[in-house]
């Protein structure tokens, strides 16, 4: 049994040997494909590149890239944190701007109801004026006009008052000489 189980061994072993040119040379034209296409977009990165030379190539690329990874994270990390900075000061500004929208609007209502309030406060001054106007004129001109006349009477009644003792005392010179010369002045006016 020791030989039979060689000898199956041994045409396995044959038939996996005989399988393995095949796919060697079919992972060969694949791996001959990859690397022309490869060299194909490798020198749009670094022109004039052959196969020999791409290794070293692109271990230097890689440490550039691996460099600015590192240098973008950092300025990535910085610019978040102006960005969260910004975006916060813009809600700040964005809701103190809707806070002085509403004190405007307010102190624009309360201007409008102040102008409202004054014209119907001056409507009612003017409403009062003439109503005070019309009474005034309606007492004032009888009492003016009574005082008027009252103090015409009582002046009147005064200077008569006055007089009555002088017109009934008797005439003195002076009167006698004005009565005398009464007629001779109303003569001599006709005259002229």
């Not at 309606?138 to 005064?158: D, E, F, G, H």
Request: hydrophobic fraction near 40%; aromatic fraction near 6%; proline fraction near 4%.
């Amino acid at each position: 049994m020791a030989l039979a189980e060689l000898r199956a061994a041994t045409e396995s072993t044959a038939k996996r040997r005989d399988d393995i040119p095949p796919k060697c040379a079919e992972l060969e034209t694949e791996i001959s494909t990859l690397s022309r296409r490869f060299l194909k977009d490798f020198v749009e990165f670094v022109p004039d590149i052959s196969w020999d030379k791409a290794g070293d190539a692109l271990t230097a690329l890689f440490s550039a890239v691996k460099l600015e990874v590192s240098a973008l994270t950092e300025k990535k990390e910085t610019d978040e944190n102006a960005l969260s900075k910004l975006e916060s000061s813009w809600e700040t500004a964005k809701q103190v701007r809707i806070d002085r929208e509403i004190v405007v609007a307010t102190a624009k209502t309360l201007v409008m109801e102040r102008g409202r309030c004054e014209q119907e406060q001056l409507k009612r001054c003017d409403d009062a004026n003439a109503v005070y106007q019309r009474a005034i004129g309606k007492t004032v001109l009888p009492m003016k006009q009574n005082i008027s006349m009252r103090l015409s009477a009582k002046m009147s009644y005064r200077g008569w008052q006055k007089n009555l003792p002088i017109m009934q005392k008797p005439k003195n010179k002076s009167c006698m000489i004005l009565d005398d010369l009464h007629p001779k002045l109303w003569a001599k006016s006709s005259l002229i």
